[in-house]
């Protein structure tokens, strides 16, 4: 049961470049949020999914697109890198059958773009 | 915008002091959620709390909602070296979501 894997862990990108950031979980999780962390910071949401199939903005969307084609996986697109992106992007997960539980972390992905 | 705001930013303290940080917000919430950060990885968590609870225990930790005065704390007891990390608050609304405030750095010396 590895939890919530990000890939890649590591990414530096030149302006305009495209890419994107995959999240899995295996814990059957119906919902899953992208967030930003920039220096000092706490964690801005990005986009989240409520199921398979769905995507809704959060809190910072601009220049991000994303994608839950399978239920497992969520994907976040950057169509043309800007160096405001510079960033770590933590992909979680929640188990929603029953109220008031925690969200679970990935790893993180640290992207620079130059 | 940023819910939750963590005070205070940062705090130092010996192994076997005990810890408080304390968190306030400013809207309704469903329940109130600490994690842990150590560098270069994740958010763990750590407690949540209910709306409609005080207070909550979990180990070493203590948790206290007053929603009255929008605020929460997180005591660490006994604290230890490894407990060094930075923790953040966060608050849940719709859709689950959370919204975290900038963290509390703790730095435990041993």
């Known amino acids: 049961n590895a939890g919530v894997t990000q890939t890649p862990k590591f990414r530096v990108l030149k302006t305009g470049q495209s890419m994107t950031l995959l999240c899995a979980q295996d814990?059957?999780?119906?919902?899953m949020y992208w967030y930003r962390q920039d220096p000092g910071m706490g964690l801005r949401l990005i986009h989240y999914s409520v199921g398979e199939g769905t995507t809704a903005k959060g809190e910072v969307p601009d220049g991000y697109n994303v994608s839950r084609l399978k239920k497992q996986n969520f994907l976040l697109g950057l169509e043309s890198a800007a160096p405001s992106q510079t960033s770590v992007y933590f992909c979680a997960s929640i188990r929603t059958l029953e109220g008031n539980q925690p969200q679970h972390f990935g790893d993180g992905t640290r992207l620079s773009i130059l | 915008s940023q819910q939750g705001e963590e005070d205070p930013q940062a705090l130092s303290i010996q192994e076997g002091e005990n810890a408080t940080m304390n968190c306030s917000y400013k809207?309704?919430?469903?329940?109130l959620q600490w994690y842990r950060q150590n560098s270069g990885r994740g958010l763990v968590h750590l407690i949540l709390?209910?709306?409609?609870?005080r207070e909550k225990h979990s180990g070493r930790l203590r948790v206290t909602l007053d929603t009255s005065k929008k605020s929460s704390s997180l005591l660490i007891t006994a604290s230890r070296a490894a407990d060094t990390a930075s923790y953040f608050c966060?608050?849940?609304?719709?859709?689950?979501?959370?919204?975290f405030g900038k963290g509390t750095l703790l730095t435990v010396n041993p």
């Open positions: 814990m059957n999780h119906e919902y």
């Open positions: 966060a608050t849940g609304g719709s859709n689950y979501k959370l919204t």
């Open positions: 709390i209910r709306s409609n609870e």
């Open positions: 809207t309704s919430i469903n329940n």
